[in-house]
């Protein structure tokens, strides 16, 4: 007979379903990482510091990677609780993505036209406003967020690129495709602090106009 655990699914199909869902985090990460013919993350970012890369879409995906293996760490630090494993300390991944989707969907409910959507590296959020954000969010210091409103198109994050900007790494991508500081963002204050500073921003002036933010160059 089929061991029982608590939430109805027998444990067989359990463990199927953590190993199907480790091994789907562990090929996207690897795809990702493919297309730019990198071993890992690190290599990813050393080609955009350097130029050998644009800064966008890569960026991204190199963030990307990083979620992907962080959601993996966590998935498997769960399934060793859920399945009475023995968790390592390589287990102990903390998901950022998930943390800030529930306090997201609790400050925010009211505002909020659908429930965040949770992507494998990124989070999708839509405002009464028209705002609309995708988020990838890997620590306080690396970050992409970016959002739309109306025919408009922002995005802060912290790629390592734009040294002459005033808020280097932090920096704005305006509608104009102008490099700008990035006086929205809260540098080294904890995730969910940043991020939610930036939404209020964003849900009263989302197109930053009336932040001082010195322009550096084009992007």
């Not at 655990?5 to 190993?19: K, P, T």
């Not at 090929?27 to 690190?42: C, D, F, G």
């Amino acid at each position: 007979m089929d061991t029982e655990i608590d939430d109805g699914y027998d444990a067989d199909a359990l463990q199927a379903l953590y190993a199907k869902t480790l091994y789907t985090l562990r090929e996207s990460r690897k795809a990702m990482l493919k297309q730019y013919a990198v071993e890992n993350e690190a290599a990813l970012l050393e080609k955009i510091r350097s130029g050998v890369l644009d800064e966008h879409p890569a960026y991204e995906h190199y963030l990307s990677a990083l979620i992907i293996e962080q959601t993996r760490l966590h998935v498997r630090a769960q399934a060793a609780t859920q399945l009475g494993g023995v968790e390592t300390e390589a287990d102990t991944g903390i998901s950022i993505h998930l943390m800030l989707k529930d306090k997201i969907e609790e400050h925010y409910a009211t505002r909020l036209i659908e429930p965040v959507r949770l992507a494998h590296d990124a989070l999708l959020l839509s405002f009464d406003s028209g705002l609309m954000v995708e988020a990838r969010y890997f620590s306080r210091d690396e970050y992409s967020i970016a959002w739309s409103w109306g025919e408009a198109e922002l995005r802060v994050d912290t790629a390592p690129v734009h040294s002459d900007c005033a808020s280097f790494p932090h920096h704005l991508h305006d509608d104009a495709g102008t490099v700008r500081k990035d006086s929205a963002s809260c540098p080294g204050t904890d995730c969910w602090s940043n991020f939610n500073r930036l939404i209020d921003t964003l849900l009263v002036d989302p197109l930053l106009e009336n932040g001082a933010a010195a322009t550096v160059q084009n992007a």
